[in-house]
């Protein structure tokens, strides 16, 4: 692969403490086992090793899986729906970072992953808000563009809510732990701005950060 192709295919870690990447890179603790669902290139894998964790990615383009083995302990080369992983109560975390609304099915692969979980083990996950104030108002001008990346990636194939991204997980078996938000709101810096940003998740929110845990009840 030539230099040029190379970097093509490397994504950037947005490392603003706001920011989706970091906000889930800060729920997987330290020298633990995770899944990287998605890994690309491997950006997130390479953070995940600096904790002292060991990391199996998972990614179904063979040259971003390439140079994601540079950074993950093992990769795997397929796709998450389709593919079974020679895994069972083997990973503490499964890290899905903007990943889910690439599923067709994504309650079937949320169901697998509970299996590859070990028994205090949970899933960390990044969804965009369907529901976000500029698609809203995008709607209202009679506008539905998909875009290469955001809310509307073009290869998004399913769309979420707080409320059924909610009813999702609980449907599947997990126990939601902690769900945040990361807004596209100017100054979202600024503890005020996150602040109402949170007072109306639906509205405001453009990516939702969830850590969930099996529910054993």
Request: proline residues 2%; hydrophobic residues 40%.
């Amino acid at each position: 692969m030539s230099n040029n192709s190379e970097k093509k295919l490397r994504w950037g870690l947005i490392k603003s403490p706001y920011a989706a990447h970091m906000k889930c890179l800060n729920l997987v603790e330290v020298e633990k086992t995770v899944l990287d669902v998605g890994c690309a290139t491997g950006y997130l894998s390479h953070e995940l090793k600096k904790k002292g964790c060991y990391v199996v990615g998972l990614e179904k383009n063979q040259q971003r899986a390439k140079i994601a083995q540079r950074y993950c302990d093992k990769v795997f080369v397929g796709d998450a729906e389709t593919m079974e992983l020679p895994f069972k109560d083997y990973f503490d975390i499964i890290l899905c970072a903007d990943v889910i609304g690439y599923f067709r099915y994504p309650e079937k692969v949320l169901l697998k992953f509970r299996n590859y979980l070990k028994k205090d083990g949970y899933i960390v996950m990044s969804v965009p808000n369907i529901a976000n104030w500029s698609v809203r108002l995008s709607l209202l001008l009679g506008n539905f563009s998909y875009r290469k990346t955001g809310i509307l990636a073009s290869g998004y194939i399913r769309f979420f809510t707080a409320k059924s991204i909610k009813e999702m997980l609980e449907q599947t078996g997990f126990k939601i732990k902690s769900f945040d938000i990361t807004t596209n709101l100017r100054g979202s810096r600024f503890g005020f701005v996150q602040f109402l940003a949170k007072l109306q998740k639906n509205l405001f929110a453009l990516q939702f950060i969830i850590k969930a845990k099996v529910d054993k009840n």
